[in-house]
């Protein structure tokens, strides 16, 4: 069984500039999670979805941060404009219902 | 406020030694624990969890303790391998599962052989 998909794996990107992030859960997985993790800590959940339903983005920066889950599978996580202190490991996990998360090998992004 | 807490962020052991990595929380809603493991460039992968009904839960080498009364868990490795090199994270839930996680910082484990 395929994992969580993350892409792309690294960005460099300058300040102000936007990105995107895309992740493709495991199949059947109805709940997606995104994490960022920055240098030295555990990952902090920036928004969950149950199919394609944000049940929780309390942690979400709404000035800058997007997300989408059309069709509940994919998601697109997106940051406009990124800022210097975004630069982190952006991860994406699944789970079903209330199961073990699953999670993807991260993107790393760079802001410069 | 960190409400998980993992205060060493390194332990070094010897191969066939036991190791023991600590973490403690601060919110007594928690009532779900989860350790990962994570190497690096990889996204964290699930190693063990316990249930705040339970003092006790072993899969294999890997044993996690919990002591409510002190807001205390621990991973016991027995015997550790050189595999067993990563860093360890520990996350709290109190949703009864696994659906809004809390995780610590992490303790970077070096089994030497």
């Known amino acids: 069984e395929a994992g969580v998909v993350q892409s792309p794996r690294y960005k460099i990107i300058e300040k102000k500039q936007p990105v995107a992030f895309w992740c493709n859960p495991i199949s059947g997985h109805n709940t997606l999670y995104w994490y960022r993790q920055n240098l030295g800590q555990g990952p902090e959940l920036l928004i969950r979805y149950e199919n394609e339903e944000a049940v929780d983005d309390s942690q979400l920066p709404k000035d800058r941060f997007s997300a989408e889950r059309l069709k509940g599978v994919d998601s697109t996580l997106k940051i406009q404009p990124a800022e210097l202190g975004d630069s982190a490991v952006y991860l994406c996990?699944?789970?079903?219902?209330?199961?073990?998360?699953?999670f993807g090998p991260g993107t790393r992004l760079l802001v410069l | 406020d960190q409400q998980v807490k993992q205060n060493s962020p390194s332990l070094s052991v010897q191969e066939g030694r036991i190791s023991i990595l600590n973490c403690d929380y601060t919110n007594s809603m928690f009532d779900y624990f989860l350790w990962y493991k994570k190497y690096p460039a990889e996204g964290p992968t699930f190693l063990i969890s316990?249930?705040?009904?339970?003092d006790k839960n072993e899969d294999g080498r890997f044993t996690v303790f919990l002591n409510k009364s002190a807001k205390h868990l621990s991973l016991h490795i027995v015997p550790s391998q050189p595999g067993d090199s990563a860093v360890y994270f520990c996350?709290?839930?109190?949703?009864?599962?696994?659906?809004?996680?809390?995780f610590g910082k992490g303790t970077k484990l070096t089994v030497n052989p």
């Open positions: 316990i249930s705040s009904i339970k």
């Open positions: 996350a709290a839930s109190d949703q009864g599962g696994s659906e809004k996680l809390v």
């Open positions: 996990a699944s789970s079903s219902q209330s199961e073990t998360q699953y």
